[in-house]
């Protein structure tokens, strides 16, 4: 067994990466697939299916990425797969309305009551930046708050202390962010219910909207408290400030109807991503007809998009969320979910190392820490020597995790039994080799 892992080559691995960084930065068409964080080249992928993803060296890895969340059905699933092939015959891309776009919207809304209406964009970073523009137009206000560690993509006002690559490189601020930009930023701390409160009662006159993660996934997997949320909801109601869920990530991934759903929190604007592209380049914005109205073109808040609403991305989109909404999908990755969840702390703790497991649905994090996580400050002393090792363990006994501490993993349906047991065995003889 030993020796064979001392043998899992990457040499074509190695050689694509060269290739690819003389003509690409870092060679990586976004930061976190390199992997800085823990050393080594990015495997160069030929192929995926199911819960397995396959390297051009021939490897083969149990997949707990899913392009970093929304292959939620696995790799290739042949209910998607069947229908874009139907819809790639019919064309591309049409830039004028289709059918298709009208029905995503619909499914979506059903399953996310909070919004009345919704628009299609075609990246999370579209969806949160384009939120937080109808909201500084909604409320003519011009500050937003947002929670140190949470990602909610790289346009200029919300890469202010942002989680995801921003945690993992430790740049909190991007270079080429104007002052001015990060000047109507508010960050504060996540899950600190008094410092909240108190700045947007000193402060509301100025301030949009909050946006959150409910439930954070870019600096690993931090669980809202209780208050937290409910908090958020009372007292930017209060105060009509505007709260913006992103829900990206946790959509359709904590429970069907998101983060929001979960936790019975209604927000006035959601954004989500992921999951609801199926795997093709998809983002949305939605909220109340009394918000959304001042989209353009019937309001003044002006948004668009050459894709926005592709054929191709819709297909994918709305079959995903059909093979979702069948009966005990949730059960089912529920329970994949809990024997994932007891074997990797059951190992941890066997093995004798300190961990911190959190888990939201589908969507998980073993901290290197033997303290709990509940903000960013707390997730950043994590151990992150420790997880290199780990992660290098387990990519070498064909698991495949996100190449960083700060990076929520994912399960999906196609996971099975058998994928989590050799998992934890894995993460056994891992833990105790650290
Ligand atoms: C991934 C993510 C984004 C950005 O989405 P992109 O499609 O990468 O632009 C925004 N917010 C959250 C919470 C995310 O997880």
């Not at 819960?51 to 970093?68: A, F, P, T």
Request: glycine share 10%; hydrophobic share 40%; aromatic share 8%.
């Amino acid at each position: 067994m030993v020796i064979e892992l001392l043998m899992k080559k990457f040499d074509r691995s190695k050689k694509l990466y060269k290739k690819a960084i003389a003509v690409i930065p870092g060679g990586v068409n976004s930061p976190v697939r390199a992997f800085s964080a823990v050393g080594g080249n990015p495997l160069f992928i030929e192929s995926a299916r199911g819960s397995k993803i396959h390297d051009v060296d021939g490897n083969s890895y149990i997949d707990y990425v899913l392009s970093w969340g929304p292959m939620i059905l696995g790799h290739a699933h042949p209910r998607i797969v069947r229908a874009l092939r139907n819809a790639i015959e019919k064309g591309t891309s049409y830039g004028a309305p289709t059918a298709l776009e009208t029905k995503l919207a619909e499914l979506l809304i059903r399953a996310y009551p909070s919004m009345d209406k919704v628009r299609m964009v075609n990246s999370g970073t579209e969806a949160t930046m384009s939120a937080i523009r109808l909201a500084r137009g909604f409320t003519g206000r011009d500050k937003i708050i947002k929670f140190e560690g949470c990602y909610h993509g790289h346009s200029d006002g919300l890469l202010v202390k942002a989680g995801s690559g921003a945690a993992t490189f430790g740049v909190p601020d991007s270079a080429g962010v104007p002052a001015a930009y990060a000047r109507d930023t508010i960050t504060l701390p996540y899950n600190d219910v008094p410092t909240i409160k108190a700045t947007i009662e000193r402060e509301w006159r100025s301030i949009a909207a909050v946006i959150v993660e409910p439930v954070a996934g870019n600096m690993g997997c931090v669980l809202p408290k209780k208050s937290f949320l409910s908090t958020l909801r009372k007292i930017t109601k209060k105060y009509g400030v505007l709260l913006i869920f992103d829900e990206v990530m946790t959509g359709f991934r904590v429970s069907f109807g998101g983060a929001q759903a979960y936790y019975g929190i209604n927000p006035d604007i959601t954004c989500l991503g992921k999951v609801i592209g199926g795997g093709l380049p998809v983002g949305a914005y939605g909220g109340k007809n009394e918000v959304m109205s001042v989209v353009s073109p019937e309001g003044p808040v002006y948004q668009a998009g050459t894709l926005s609403g592709n054929p191709l991305a819709m297909t994918a989109g709305i079959e995903t969320i059909k093979e979702l909404s069948k009966p005990n999908t949730y059960k089912k990755i529920g329970e994949k979910s809990s024997m994932l969840k007891e074997g990797l702390v059951d190992a941890a703790k066997r093995a004798g190392i300190a961990t911190k497991f959190y888990m939201a649905g589908s969507m998980f994090c073993t901290y290197f820490t033997g303290r709990h996580v509940i903000d960013y400050r707390t997730a950043k002393a994590s151990d992150t020597e420790k997880f290199s090792r780990f992660f290098s363990g387990m990519l070498q006994r064909g698991i495949n995790l996100a190449p960083s501490q700060f990076e929520s993993g994912f399960l999906s349906l196609a996971h099975t039994s058998k994928d989590i047991e050799d998992t934890i065995k894995s993460s056994y003889d891992v833990f105790k080799s650290l």
